[in-house]
């Protein structure tokens, strides 16, 4: 498709993680030019060399003072409020990688500058487009489910040796990838939390944030937002546990939907595939029998553009220019270029994207309210809601 001014231009901000999104918004059939920006000339420089047609910056300021209409924040943690509202308030297009913000004030000025500007701003949840994800959540809208009786996520990952701003975080102010598919996919929203801290972390890892705890588990109070296939809403709970520090577990993002017809759990190694439990009634002796059986969770193209549906696998981004390409995973089992899509379909059709500032608030202030009550001791702290 022939690039013209009416197409979108897209700046992408951060190019760690964020370089495995360049080449999706090239490829996209609706972006016109794509900007790259990052504050180490080594990793622009990087970039530029392995894509020739894209616009380089060292700053963000001299992004938001270029001509495009949107921005991909992929910066550190600790910027993404401040940045989001800058990006928002020059009259541009905001997609943010997760989390939202790590205050409550911060997602609120965000929620404010949003509004505003009226332009779109999404939260960047890779676990939401997981082949998982997309899998269980079709499971539930076909109500093979049944009823949610009960749901749990979990993120184990250890950050020795990662940037010196991820050292010491509170393991929930990060924990949106575990809370993100449980309140999806049960179409609800978290209203309370009690959750405890858990372990033993360094001095020098608490002196970062003041926060002991290299693990935390939260049970959350879940609301229905509405009826569906999910089944009548009802007493609903969910569990979340995160680890960043001290614990010997191989890096896993998981979910598991517990159902009164059927369960998705996720497998126990990444390697492995998810486990589908059915209830098969009565056997003639005590309990019901339960089967169970590996899925393999497939990927889910049909609306993504043919332009980008390679990119949810591992592959050479730029088979036509071989001496520039590079192999990245599909990434977050293959959830980056639906994110693209989505971002981008939104801004083209007026509308709000899937995890807009108020979806993106819920999944960031259970975590960041989850947090608070480890540090009381788990006392119970209602969640506020940002409608």
């Known amino acids: 498709m022939s690039r013209t001014r009416n197409l979108l231009r897209v700046g992408i901000a951060g190019l760690g993680f964020g370089a495995e999104f360049v080449p999706i918004y090239l490829h996209h059939p609706v972006v016109g030019e794509v900007w790259v920006c990052d504050s180490d000339p080594g990793v622009l420089d990087a970039t530029v060399g392995r894509y020739q047609n894209v616009r380089a910056v060292l700053t963000l300021d001299e992004l938001l003072e270029a001509d495009i209409d949107a921005v991909h924040l992929v910066t550190p943690i600790h910027l993404h ?71 749990r996520g979990a993120h184990y990952q250890d950050m020795e040796g990662w940037p010196t701003y991820w050292k010491g975080l509170p393991p929930m102010h990060y924990a949106t990838h575990a809370i993100a598919p449980l309140l999806k996919i049960a179409n609800a929203r978290a209203i309370e939390v009690h959750c405890y801290g858990s372990g033993v972390m360094r001095d020098e890892l608490v002196a970062a944030y003041g926060n002991p705890y290299p693990a935390e588990t939260a049970i959350f109070r879940l609301e229905r937002l509405s009826e569906d296939s999910a089944g009548p809403s009802g007493p609903l709970s969910a569990e979340v546990t995160r680890t960043l520090f001290h614990t010997a577990r191989a890096y896993t993002e998981s979910f598991s939907v517990y159902g009164e017809r059927a369960t998705f759990e996720w497998q126990q190694i990444e390697e492995e595939d998810p486990i589908v439990f059915r209830m098969q009634g009565s056997r003639g002796g005590r309990g019901n029998g339960v089967d169970f059986e590996r899925v393999k969770a497939p990927d889910v193209l049909d609306h993504l553009p043919e332009e980008i549906r390679r990119f949810t696998r591992r592959g050479v981004y730029d088979q036509s220019s071989p001496h520039q390409s590079f192999l990245q995973g599909g990434g977050h089992g293959g959830s980056h270029p639906h994110l693209v899509h989505e971002f981008l379909s939104a801004i083209a059709e007026g509308r709000s994207p899937s995890v807009d500032d108020v979806a993106g608030a819920r999944i960031t202030a259970a975590g960041i309210s989850a947090h608070e009550s480890a540090m009381a001791n788990g006392a119970a702290l209602p969640i506020p809601d940002f409608v």
């Open 81 to 151: 409020a401040e940045h989001a509202v800058r990006v928002l308030e020059s009259g541009k297009h905001c997609a943010c990688t997760v989390p939202m913000a790590t205050t409550l004030d911060d997602i609120g000025k965000i929620i404010e500058a949003r509004k505003r500007s009226r332009r779109q701003y999404m939260m960047m949840e890779t676990a939401l487009y997981t082949r998982e994800f997309l899998l269980a959540q079709q499971m539930v809208q076909k109500g093979e489910v049944g009823r949610i009786q009960f749901l």
